[in-house]
């Protein structure tokens, strides 16, 4: 009588029943348990915010003791802020125009990028990929390169102290952000849905305003802060540009505080006046946090 050699149990292969699901592999950060991981996000954030910490303590020192180096001021002051509010250094004025500069370049940024990012997304056409190439092209020249030629060009044109020499250069920047951005969601909107509106009756146009501007308003929000942090932080085209304090940006401003000589750095006036430039950008992502999460990981699941 001949037995057949039976294969050991350790030597067959697994076999997945199906709709029951395997174990995700465990990344570094998934295996150092729910203790590393919450030591891992606080070293993170302390990393991150120990600079805006520490700026808004100096703002609030005498100058007599801004090198501290104490956690908390010895005396609290508001000694910094009133330098800030001086008349002399019109930074009111200085962040009402930063606020005109940011918000018109975010409005034209966007409204030109939605257009050219549905065209790209959704319509065929020939040289696409070309054209979408160029537009991210043109956002690769670093802004002090542009400089020169942009400064020869408004001084002809008589544009030197105006706001428009500060929002065009900035679109040059923008524009190709905000297309890129909104091109990579828009090819993530399903086709059907367009199709769908357009038999029910939707021309293009009204399938385009009606449905994917809806769907697409988390990555529109996400695409609006990002540039408008772009125009609002811009800083060498509008040295550049503009040498009239009454139409100089905030952070124009910030580098021509003086002291009480021309020696003296007015460390806490800068301190506090990056505290105040820096509230408005903390306002907008807390307002639309939301939003923005929904557009940086749009289409992860899909």
């Known amino acids: 009588m001949t037995t057949t050699a039976t294969r050991p149990l350790t030597d067959r292969p697994a076999v997945t029943r199906p709709g029951t699901r395997t174990a995700p592999t465990k990344g570094w950060f998934r295996g150092i348990g729910p203790i590393g991981r919450t030591v891992a996000i606080i070293l993170i954030a302390v990393y991150c915010l120990a600079p805006f910490y520490w700026m808004i303590v100096s703002s609030f020192r005498r100058s007599t003791d801004i090198f501290q180096n104490t956690l908390l001021p010895t005396t609290w002051s508001l000694e910094s802020y009133r330098q800030v509010f001086d008349?002399?250094?019109m930074f009111g004025q200085a962040m009402l125009n930063s606020l005109i500069v940011a918000s018109t370049t975010t409005a034209?940024?966007?409204?030109?990028?939605?257009?050219?990012?549905?065209?790209?997304?959704?319509?065929?056409f020939r040289f696409k990929t070309v054209v979408l190439a160029v537009i991210i092209g043109t956002s690769m020249f670093p802004g002090?390169?542009?400089?020169?030629?942009?400064?020869?060009?408004?001084?002809?044109?008589?544009w030197i102290n105006t706001y428009q020499a500060m929002i065009v250069p900035?679109?040059?920047?923008?524009?190709?952000?905000?297309?890129?951005?909104?091109?990579?969601?828009?090819?993530?909107?399903?086709?059907e849905l367009e199709q769908a509106a357009m038999i029910d009756g939707c021309t293009k146009w009204q399938a385009f305003r009606?449905?994917?501007?809806?769907?697409?308003?988390?990555?529109?929000?996400?695409?609006?802060?990002?540039?408008?942090?772009?125009?609002?932080?811009?800083?060498?085209?509008?040295?550049?540009?503009?040498?009239d304090p009454a139409i100089q940006t905030a952070t124009v401003a910030i580098s021509k505080f003086?002291?009480?000589?021309?020696?003296?750095?007015?460390y806490g006036a800068q301190?506090?006046?990056?505290?105040?430039?820096?509230?408005?950008?903390?306002?907008?992502?807390?307002?639309?946090?939301?939003?923005?999460v929904e557009g940086l990981t749009s289409g992860a699941n899909k």
């Open 144 to 158: 002090i390169s542009v400089v020169v030629p942009l400064l020869r060009l408004f001084s002809d044109i008589g």
């Open 271 to 292: 301190m506090a006046a990056g505290v105040l430039v820096t509230i408005p950008l903390v306002i907008v992502v807390l307002i639309f946090q939301r939003r923005i």
């Open 108 to 124: 034209f940024a966007l409204v030109l990028g939605i257009f050219a990012a549905y065209a790209i997304a959704r319509l065929n």
């Open 210 to 243: 009606l449905v994917l501007l809806p769907l697409a308003a988390p990555g529109i929000f996400t695409t609006a802060i990002l540039t408008f942090i772009h125009s609002w932080n811009e800083f060498i085209i509008a040295l550049s540009m503009v040498n």
């Open 258 to 266: 003086t002291g009480a000589s021309d020696f003296q750095a007015p």
């Open 87 to 89: 008349g002399s250094t």
């Open 170 to 191: 900035s679109l040059s920047f923008a524009i190709p952000l905000a297309v890129w951005n909104l091109t990579t969601f828009m090819k993530q909107l399903p086709y």
